[in-house]
C-alpha cells in the first residue's frame, strides 16, 4: 500500500483539473514553508469521499480542503479536516482585479467572511452567495448567471462552474493566505505525533498488562482497550471500540464511591471483577476500567504470594531435637506420624519447650515442605494490627493503609503452613473470622469485595488450658474443636529429668566446654531448679555459666554462684511443695518468684529483664499483669 505525507490537500475539479489555477498556488505556497511533509492529491468531485478514506489508510493525518468539501469530508473521516478558506485580504485583492466589472458575486459557505460591506468602497455592485454542497453550487453559479452578474469569487471548484457557464471565474486565495494555513496544518502534525508518541508508550505499557485496561468516556462510551482486554471479552479491537460500556458490561454501575468501586460482574459465561476509577480533569472526563476474570484474579494472587513468601522458610528439623526422655521420644515419633498427614494439629505445652520447633519440623516432613512456613504469635500484635497482618487489606480500606493494599499471612501461607502461636490470645472477634478459614478456605482482605481461596495447613500452639477457656466464654468451642484434631502435648523440662544434663552438655559444646567444667553443685542446682521458662531458660543460663567459668576459679565458690545464679539456689522452704499445690499453681508461682527477682536485679528494666529470661516483652509483661493481681 502506497504510504502517504502525513498532510494532503484534497483539490477537486469537475472536468479540467488545475484550470482555475489553484495547484500552481499550492506549490508555491509549499516551497514557501519548505517542508516535506505535504502533498497535493486530486480528484473528481465524485470521488471525493473514497479517495480522502484511502489518504487516511495510506496515513493521511491532516486533510485540507476547500470550504462545501471540507464540510462534508469532517463527518465522514475520522482524521482533522482543515478549511482552506479565502481571507479578507485575498477577496478584497479579487474585488479590486474584477473592479472593471460592475456586479461581482461573491460565493462561499456559511463560514467564509462575509465582505459585502466592501460594496460601498468599492462602488460596485457587490453580493454575497452561500452554497453547501456540489449541487447547491452549480445551482448558485446559475441563479447568480440569470442574474445577471458579469463575474464570480470563490473556490476552485466555483471558479470552475463559473467558467464552464460563460462567465469570469476569480479564485478568492493566494500564496499569503495559503502559506499560513499550511503553517498552521504543520503545527498541528508535530501536536498531534507528540500526542500520538505519549499515546504509544501508554499503549505498548498497558498492553503488557495481564489485567485488561479500558477507558469509557463520559458518554459511557469505550474509547480505549488494552490486548489483555481484547482477549478477555473474546472481540477484537474494532468491535469494541464506540461501544455502549454499560450494554457491554451488564450490571455495572458507574455511580462510583469507596463501597461500589469493586464489582462484580457477569459478562457471558465469566465471571469479571471490575475496579473503576472516575477521572475528571482539563484532559479527560469519564472512567477508568481494570478488569479481571476472576479465576484468572485468583491464579495471580497466587503467583504473586509464590513471589512473595520465598523468605518464610524454616530453621529446624527433627533431627535436631535432641532427647534421652523416653517420653518425649514419643513425643517426637508422634509429631512425624501427624506430619506425615495434612490435618490441623494442636500442640500444648509452656512456653519455652519448643512448640514452633516441633511445628516447623513437622512442616519440614509433609509435603507443604517446599512451600511458606508463616509463623505469627498471636500475643505479640496489637488487636488493632493483628487482623490486617492476618487477612490482609485492600487499597484505601482504612486511613494509613499502603496504596496498592497488603496480602495477610493467612495468604502469604498459601500451599504451606500456617503456624498461629499462643492461639489462646486471639480475640473473639477474629476468632469467628479465622474459623469460617478453617471452614471455608477462604479470605476476604479488610475492605475487599473479593474473596480468595487458600490452600493453608494449620498449627496451632498453645500455654494456656484451652478448655477452662471455651467454660469462661474467653474462646470459641467450634473453633477449639476445629484446631483440637491432632493434639500433641510437649513436657516441660522438668518432666524430662534425664533431658536436664544431656542439653546442658550440648549448649556447653557450644562453647568447647563439657560438664566436667561445671561444679558438682552446679550441676545438682540445675537437676533441681524447675525451669518455668523451660529450654529456653536453660539455654540462657548454660550461657551465662559459661560466662562466669571464664573467671578465676576461686570465685567460683559457693555463695558466689548463688550471687550470680540466685534462681538455681532457692531454698528449698521458699518453693511451693508440689504435692500439696496443683502442678499449674507451682508452675505459675515459680515463675512468677523468678519474674520478680529478676525485674529487682535489673532495676525494673523490662526489655534487659525479658532478654535475660529468654522471653519476649510482650509475654514478660502478660506475666507481670498476673504477677500485679496476685498481690
Not at 454575497?128 to 440569470?146: C, E, G, M, P
Not at 460563460?166 to 505525533?193: D, F, I
Request: one cysteine or more; hydrophobic letters at 40%.
Amino acid at each position: 500500500m502506497l504510504e502517504r505525507k502525513p498532510i494532503n490537500i484534497l483539490v477537486t475539479y469537475l472536468k479540467q483539473p488545475n484550470i482555475n489555477g489553484f495547484r500552481s498556488l499550492l506549490w508555491q505556497a509549499i516551497a514557501a514553508v519548505e517542508t516535506d511533509q505535504i502533498d497535493v492529491v486530486e480528484c473528481h468531485i465524485a470521488d471525493v469521499e473514497s479517495v480522502a478514506k484511502d489518504l487516511v489508510a495510506q496515513g493521511c493525518q491532516i486533510l485540507l480542503c476547500t470550504g462545501a468539501t471540507a464540510s462534508y469530508l469532517q463527518n465522514k473521516i475520522n482524521i482533522d479536516v482543515q478549511t482552506l478558506g479565502a481571507g479578507a485580504f485575498d477577496v478584497i485583492q479579487a474585488i479590486s482585479n474584477l473592479k472593471q466589472y460592475q456586479r461581482i458575486a461573491l460565493m462561499g459557505n456559511a463560514s467564509t467572511v462575509n465582505l459585502a460591506d466592501f460594496t460601498d468602497i468599492f462602488a460596485l455592485d457587490i453580493q454575497h452567495f452561500h452554497y453547501d454542497s456540489y449541487l447547491s453550487a452549480k445551482q448558485t453559479v446559475q441563479r447568480i448567471k440569470n442574474l445577471g452578474f458579469d463575474a464570480i469569487i470563490g473556490s476552485p471548484v466555483v471558479v470552475e462552474l463559473a467558467i464552464n457557464e460563460g462567465m469570469v471565474g476569480y479564485l478568492a486565495m493566494s500564496v499569503p493566505s495559503l502559506k499560513l494555513l499550511l503553517k498552521n496544518a504543520l503545527r498541528t502534525l508535530e501536536k498531534l505525533k507528540r500526542e500520538q508518541n505519549t499515546t504509544l508508550r501508554l499503549t505498548e505499557i498497558y498492553n503488557h498488562l495481564h489485567e485488561g485496561i479500558g477507558f469509557i468516556t463520559k458518554q459511557k462510551k469505550i474509547s480505549f482497550i488494552n490486548h489483555a482486554m481484547s482477549q478477555l471479552l473474546e472481540r477484537d479491537l474494532a468491535e469494541i471500540i464506540g461501544q455502549s460500556a454499560q450494554v457491554l458490561f451488564q450490571g455495572i454501575h458507574f455511580e462510583v464511591d469507596e463501597d461500589n468501586a469493586h464489582q462484580l460482574i457477569q459478562f457471558e459465561q465469566k465471571k469479571l471483577a471490575v475496579y473503576i476509577s472516575k477521572l475528571k480533569n482539563d484532559h479527560l472526563n469519564g472512567y477508568i476500567l481494570r478488569v479481571q476474570e476472576l479465576n484468572a484474579l485468583e491464579h495471580s494472587s497466587s503467583q504473586f504470594r509464590k513471589v512473595k513468601t520465598q523468605h518464610f522458610s524454616t530453621r529446624y528439623r527433627f533431627d535436631q531435637l535432641q532427647s534421652h526422655d523416653e517420653n518425649f521420644q514419643k513425643t517426637i515419633a508422634l509429631a512425624k506420624a501427624y506430619g506425615k498427614t495434612d490435618s490441623t494439629i494442636l500442640i500444648t505445652g509452656e512456653s519455652g519447650t519448643g512448640k514452633e520447633v516441633l511445628a516447623q519440623s513437622i512442616h519440614q516432613i509433609s509435603q507443604r515442605s517446599k512451600a511458606p512456613f508463616v509463623a505469627i504469635n498471636c500475643a505479640s500484635f496489637p488487636e488493632s494490627l493483628l487482623e490486617s497482618e492476618l487477612f490482609g487489606y485492600a487499597e484505601g480500606a482504612f486511613t494509613g493503609a499502603k496504596k496498592n493494599g497488603r496480602i495477610g499471612l493467612i495468604e502469604t501461607a498459601h500451599n504451606g503452613t500456617l503456624f498461629l502461636d499462643e492461639i489462646g490470645d486471639m480475640p473473639l472477634h477474629l476468632q469467628t473470622r479465622f474459623l469460617r478459614v478453617l471452614q471455608e478456605r477462604q479470605i476476604h482482605r479488610l475492605g475487599s469485595v473479593v474473596s480468595h481461596m487458600v490452600n493453608i495447613r494449620v498449627i496451632a500452639a498453645t500455654h494456656a488450658d484451652l478448655e477452662s477457656l471455651v467454660k469462661q466464654g474467653q474462646f470459641r468451642a467450634d473453633l477449639y474443636y476445629r484446631l483440637n484434631i491432632l493434639r500433641i502435648f510437649v513436657p516441660a523440662l522438668r518432666q524430662r529429668q534425664h533431658d536436664i544434663l544431656y542439653l546442658s552438655s550440648l549448649f556447653l559444646m557450644r562453647f568447647q566446654r563439657t560438664l566436667d567444667d561445671l561444679p558438682k553443685q552446679l550441676q545438682q542446682a540445675l537437676l533441681k531448679y524447675r525451669w518455668p521458662v523451660n529450654i529456653r531458660e536453660l539455654e540462657n543460663m548454660i550461657e551465662r555459666i559459661h560466662v562466669l567459668l571464664q573467671l578465676d576459679q576461686q570465685w567460683l565458690q559457693s555463695d558466689f554462684l548463688q550471687q550470680q545464679l540466685p534462681e538455681l539456689f532457692i531454698e528449698a522452704h521458699d518453693q511451693p511443695i508440689e504435692h500439696s499445690t496443683p502442678l499449674k499453681t507451682l508452675k505459675t508461682t515459680q515463675e512468677l518468684a523468678l519474674i520478680q527477682q529478676m525485674l529487682e536485679e535489673v532495676d525494673g528494666d523490662l526489655d534487659l529483664a525479658a532478654q535475660r529470661l529468654g522471653i519476649s516483652r510482650t509475654t514478660l509483661w502478660r506475666r507481670m499483669k498476673l504477677l500485679k493481681n496476685r498481690v
